[in-house]
């Protein structure tokens, strides 16, 4: 399995490594100085997808996203077909974003709706496995690629993988998850030192890669972080000459990242708690529902004092009477 992470990335030469800071993107500007994408067909092993700009929504709203859609809209052998041996064509388009900087040791941790599958009236026949991905990816080097990951497939959204490669040498493991991405937002990390990687889910560890594991993780190197979405090549139907002029069903894939974040340096990701990025799933941003609960804080310690200060309380009944409570004695006033 874990060739398809080597297969589907995209190769990024790069002439200069400068190491960015930490930093936190909700998706509130167009993020171009932040991201990059690129449209070009890609082949491997005879299975083809076109990376295209058009699969890739940034909306920005009062809550900002960034979405990715996997499709079957490829309809011109201009675009979707490569002349080699043989022609190798494909019907299949989608996105992948990679930051434009390089980042070093550290925690990164991406909110997301992984996998949501809108496709319509599929047929089976045009069925195909598509894997959701977040990656720390280095290819400066042309001939050692170093990608790790963390999956999730459409066809099965509850079994995480969790993937490593170093040149010639791939690890792929598959983990149960106790809930389905398919269905609910949720907090993909990785946590990547010169001691070893941590792969966690919901704060979950879900695998752990130490140095002495016998596995040479590249001493510091410098990572850029990748969003993907691409077809699964061991589940892929197989490859096609020519392009299918006949009507097809309607394959959409989708999957919605509200946040990305990385944090710099390594005693600062020891010390981190896997669970405290949790409490931002949900309609509101961990900045906004931090602000929210701080202004309840301050509005009740004022009605505390007030109400202490004056030592009487009035409640209203249900039938319209008034209770006056004084320090020591309780008299009831007529609303009449």
């Known amino acids: 399995m874990g060739r398809f992470i080597l297969g589907w990335v995209i190769v990024i030469l790069s002439s200069s490594l400068k190491i960015d800071s930490s930093f936190t993107d909700v998706f509130h500007t167009d993020g171009e100085s932040m991201w990059k994408t690129s449209d070009w067909l890609h ?16 909306r920005i709203h009062q809550r900002g996203t960034l979405q990715i859609s996997f499709r079957n809209d490829c ?14 064509c494909t019907p299949y388009t989608t996105g992948q974003v990679l930051s434009r900087g390089h980042f070093g040791y550290g925690s990164f941790r991406w909110i997301a709706d992984a996998i949501s599958d809108q496709s319509e009236n599929l047929d089976e026949d045009d069925s195909v496995e598509v894997l959701a991905c977040f990656t720390l990816e280095n290819h400066h080097h042309t001939e050692i690629s170093f990608v790790i990951g963390i ?7 509850t079994v995480a993988r969790t993937e490593l490669n170093i040149g ?9 998850l106790g809930f389905d991405p398919s269905e609910q937002s949720a907090v993909y990390r990785i946590d990547f030192t010169p001691s070893g990687i941590k792969y966690f889910v919901n704060g979950a560890l879900l695998r752990e890669i130490k140095n002495q594991d016998g596995v040479h993780i590249p001493v510091s190197e410098k990572v850029k972080i990748g969003i993907s979405m691409f ?13 299918d002029t006949l009507p097809r069903s309607r394959i959409e894939i989708v999957m919605t990242i509200f946040r990305v974040r990385y944090i710099q340096g390594i ?9 405290d990025e949790l409490f931002v799933i949900g309609n509101s941003s961990s900045y906004s529902f931090v602000f929210l609960m701080g202004v309840l804080g301050i509005i009740l310690m004022i009605l505390a004092f007030i109400l ?4 009487k309380y009035f409640f209203q009944r249900v ?4 209770f006056l409570f004084e320090n020591p004695d309780c008299v009831q006033a007529d609303s009449k």
């Not at 202490?308 to 030592?311: G, P």
């Open 319 to 322: 039938q319209g009477d008034y």
């Open 151 to 157: 999956c999730i497939s459409s066809f099965e959204p």
């Open 75 to 88: 309809d011109s052998e201009y675009d979707c077909c490569q002349d080699g041996f043989v022609l190798q």
């Open 43 to 58: 082949c491997v092993e005879g299975h083809c997808v076109k990376m295209s700009t058009a699969n890739i929504a940034h």
């Open 231 to 243: 077809q699964a090549i061991t589940a892929s139907p197989e490859p096609i000459e020519t392009l």
């Open 308 to 311: 202490f200060a004056n030592h």
């Open 168 to 176: 010639p040498h791939i690890e792929s493991e598959r983990h149960q």
């Open 267 to 275: 005693k600062q990701t020891a010390n981190l708690d896997p669970h």
